[in-house]
């Protein structure tokens, strides 16, 4: 096989890895995934559905200045931005590139007194409990021809409308749940867990903090995790500002952060209204576009990268003639593990994994390079896979 023709590409005559590479691209065969699925949450006329068009570069959701112009909650697909699959498949010459992923659901907007059913608010928070991560966009931006609910522009009270009755969702939950698990206690040990769990967070709750204030050890977190409460829900705040406050936030933007420093949760400011006219232009327009308004990058980018990294995930790289693709892991994940998310059989009868750096197979250029530098590895069951790693998995 010729240098450079197929990156991670197997020894002349180790038929087993050729088979396990065409494996990997065929079609038909039977693959595993995980994909992070964030909710797009907030009060309605926040921009939420306006985001969530420019995310996924349609026209799906209904933008309207009304409340609840989304009723049944949508679904978007959006790529993880990662500059290094041109660069990998440029190397490599492959024919396509497959992006690692995020789906994001557009959320009706939530009022106060949703957890007792106010504006649909019992639909709404069961299409919350079904994400992994929660993206709240808050209004910081003033405009008197766009309404707002609460009558005036007030981030703090309105994250703090949100959070109440997503507490008092879980809270209800939590105490009915409480009842049966006392009962279970009495005669099922294991059900002791789940006891001493609800109790510590009821008891936060109950003083309006959320589930995931709540220090727990590990056989409390598995014992409450089927639950889904979703203040337990790890949340970045999409702080959505107007074309001129994108490069340098404001006064809106930094109340937010002071919340969010507080309860250790992530900000990012986005222009709603900047990114659905950044769809509407040619790709090579559009960094002109941004840097008209003093940013390098678009926010949507920035939420994109955030939401992704928000659960601990990272990616590795499988990379070919046909196709350089992203594979997206939770951090600390071992070898045969990742070798799973490709296909189960590759974790049943994983052997090992041919491996090597993205800085290094970059550097190099090819796979044939790295390997006199020494920089190609063959990893057991213990390696635990790196950012960035580009890998060949063989197994029996």
């Given at each position: 096989?010729e240098?450079?023709?197929?990156?991670?590409?197997?020894?002349?005559?180790?038929?087993?890895?050729?088979?396990?590479?065409?494996?990997?691209?065929?079609?038909?065969?039977?693959?595993?995934?995980?994909?992070?699925?964030?909710?797009?949450?907030?009060?309605?006329?926040?921009?939420?559905?306006?985001?969530?068009?420019?995310?996924?570069g349609?026209?799906?959701?209904?933008?309207?200045?009304?409340?609840?112009?989304?009723?049944?909650?949508?679904?978007?697909?959006?790529?993880?931005?990662?500059?290094?699959?041109?660069?990998?498949?440029?190397?490599?010459?492959?024919?396509d590139?497959?992006?690692?992923?995020?789906?994001?659901?557009?959320?009706?907007?939530?009022?106060?007194?949703?957890?007792?059913?106010?504006?649909?608010?019992?639909?709404?928070?069961?299409n919350?409990?079904?994400?992994?991560a929660?993206?709240?966009?808050?209004?910081?931006?003033?405009d008197?021809?766009?309404?707002?609910?609460?009558?005036?522009?007030?981030?703090?009270?309105?994250?703090?409308?949100?959070?109440?009755?997503?507490?008092?969702?879980?809270?209800?939950?939590?105490?009915?749940?409480?009842?049966?698990?006392?009962?279970?206690?009495?005669?099922?040990?294991?059900?002791?867990?789940?006891?001493?769990?609800?109790?510590?967070?009821i008891?936060?709750?109950?003083?309006?903090?959320?589930?995931?204030?709540?220090?727990?050890?590990?056989?409390?977190?598995?014992?409450?995790?089927?639950?889904?409460?979703?203040?337990?829900?790890?949340?970045?705040?999409?702080?959505?500002?107007?074309?001129?406050?994108?490069?340098t936030?404001?006064?809106?933007?930094?109340?937010?952060?002071?919340?969010?420093?507080?309860?250790?949760?992530?900000?990012?400011?986005?222009s709603?209204?900047?990114?659905?006219?950044?769809?509407?232009?040619?790709?090579?327009?559009?960094?002109?576009?941004?840097?008209?308004?003093?940013?390098?990058?678009?926010?949507?980018?920035?939420?994109?990268?955030?939401?992704?990294?928000?659960?601990?995930?990272?990616?590795?790289?499988?990379?070919?003639?046909?196709?350089?693709?992203?594979?997206?892991?939770?951090?600390?994940?071992?070898?045969?593990?990742?070798?799973?998310?490709?296909?189960?059989?590759?974790?049943?009868?994983?052997?090992?994994?041919?491996?090597?750096?993205?800085k290094?197979?970059?550097?190099?250029?090819?796979?044939?390079?790295?390997?006199?530098?020494?920089?190609?590895?063959?990893?057991?069951?213990?390696?635990?896979?790196?950012?960035g790693?580009?890998?060949?998995?063989?197994?029996?």
């Open positions: 096989m240098d450079g023709e197929l990156i991670c590409a197997p020894e002349s005559g180790d038929r087993l890895a050729y088979d396990i590479l065409l494996f990997c691209h065929h079609p038909s065969r039977e693959t595993y995934f995980i994909m992070l699925r964030a909710g797009i949450v907030g009060l309605p006329n926040v921009g939420k559905s306006t985001l969530f068009n420019a995310i996924v349609n026209a799906k959701a209904q933008a309207a200045n009304f409340p609840f112009c989304t009723i049944e909650p949508n679904v978007g697909i959006v790529a993880v931005p990662d500059d290094r699959l041109q660069i990998l498949a440029d190397i490599a010459s492959s024919k590139i497959v992006p690692a992923r995020v789906e994001f659901v557009d959320i009706a907007g939530l009022v106060k007194g949703a957890s007792k059913g106010e504006g649909l608010g019992n639909q709404f928070l069961s919350i409990r079904e994400v992994d929660i993206v709240h966009v808050v209004r910081c931006f003033d008197d021809d766009i309404i707002h609910v609460a009558g005036a522009v007030d981030p703090k009270s309105d994250i703090e409308v949100i959070n109440l009755e997503l507490v008092l969702a879980d809270l209800a939950q939590a105490e009915k749940r409480l009842e049966r698990s006392k009962k279970e206690s009495r005669v099922k040990k294991e059900a002791t867990a789940e006891t001493d769990a609800l109790e510590k967070v008891a936060a709750m109950l003083l309006g903090n959320p589930v995931r204030s709540v220090e727990l050890n590990e056989e409390e977190l598995l014992a409450i995790k089927t639950m889904g409460f979703m203040t337990q829900k790890p949340i970045i705040y999409a702080t959505n500002v107007s074309d001129a406050d994108l490069a936030g404001n006064d809106y933007v930094e109340q937010v952060r002071k919340l969010a420093t507080a309860e250790g949760a992530q900000v990012v400011v986005i709603a209204q900047v990114e659905s006219e950044l769809v509407e232009l040619p790709e090579a327009d559009r960094l002109e576009f941004l840097e008209s308004l003093g940013v390098t990058e678009g926010g949507l980018r920035s939420l994109v990268r955030a939401t992704y990294d928000l659960l601990g995930l990272q990616t590795y790289f499988t990379v070919g003639p046909q196709e350089t693709r992203a594979w997206t892991i939770t951090k600390g994940m071992l070898a045969p593990q990742a070798a799973g998310v490709i296909h189960s059989d590759f974790e049943k009868g994983f052997i090992r994994a041919e491996t090597v750096s993205y290094d197979l970059v550097e190099y250029r090819s796979m044939n390079a790295a390997k006199e530098k020494g920089l190609v590895r063959s990893e057991g069951k213990v390696y635990v896979v790196q950012e790693d580009v890998m060949l998995f063989l197994h029996s």
